[in-house]
């Protein structure tokens, strides 16, 4: 059965730092992975996906994701954080079949003027 | 042009009450979900749902019954609630069921008290 498991809760950097949100998968089979982010009081938005396409994915606010299949691990990157990156990201997995998502606990993201 | 929206987007109720929330989404999409964040965010699917296919997961009570009337739409009907069933639920759809590889497109949420 396919899993996440992300690292940290809790994660703050100060603003123009580097932003690293760890995710860790389990899957039988190739997995796709998704990080979603969730800004306070609305829903989840898309901000990348691997498809196994390129095991560097790049997405939308200047985020990226690298997939390693040696380490199973799918974390997320920004060079320099901004205020508005404050917000929960959430790293899932595909589920199978069932077409449903996997989803991790989720990290929030603060970031310090 | 919202792509998939939801109502009520908040929702406070009486335990036993029975309530039901409205999804739409206008992506053309075939399939919908419904899931539930709890009060320490963690997101579970409640089901999957297309013109063929209803996935239930099995920890979800029979309390909650998903509907739709057409393909555009996926409501979720909860009877006697309970203080449990607190939670932000949402709605989300995609282009095809079963395929791993669809993005799933989700709703704002619909915060459900139950006191």
């Known amino acids: 059965a396919q899993s996440v498991t992300q690292l940290g809760s809790h994660v703050s950097v100060s603003e123009g730092a580097l932003v690293l949100l760890r995710c860790n998968y389990s899957?039988?089979?190739?997995?796709?992975l998704f990080w979603y982010v969730q800004y306070p009081n609305q829903g989840l938005q898309l901000l990348l996906k691997?498809?196994?396409?390129?095991?560097l994915v790049k997405g939308i606010n200047g985020f990226e994701a690298e997939f390693k299949k040696s380490e199973t691990s799918f974390h997320l990157t920004k060079p320099s954080a901004h205020m508005s990156d404050a917000a929960e990201y959430f790293c899932?997995?595909?589920?199978?079949?069932?077409?449903?998502?996997?989803f991790g606990k989720g990290t929030k993201l603060s970031v310090k003027p | 042009d919202t792509a998939v929206s939801q109502t009520p987007k908040y929702l406070v109720t009486q335990m036993g009450n029975d309530k039901s929330i409205k999804c739409e989404q206008n992506?053309?999409?075939?399939?919908m979900y419904w899931y539930k964040q709890d009060s320490k965010k963690f997101l579970k699917i409640m089901f999957s749902?297309?013109?063929?296919?209803?996935?239930i997961n099995e920890t979800v009570p029979n309390r909650f019954s998903p509907k739709s009337p057409d393909k555009a739409h996926l409501n979720l009907h909860i009877n006697s609630l309970e203080l449990g069933d607190s939670a932000v639920y949402f709605c989300?759809?995609?282009?095809?069921?079963?395929?791993?590889?669809?993005?799933?497109?989700f709703g704002p949420g619909t915060r459900l008290l139950v006191l």
């Open positions: 989300a759809s995609s282009q095809e069921l079963g395929r791993e590889v669809e993005t799933q497109y």
């Open positions: 899957s039988s089979v190739p997995p796709y």
């Open positions: 691997y498809t196994s396409a390129a095991t």
């Open positions: 899932a997995v595909s589920g199978g079949s069932q077409g449903n998502l996997i």
């Open positions: 992506l053309g999409h075939d399939t």
């Open positions: 749902y297309n013109n063929k296919e209803l996935i």
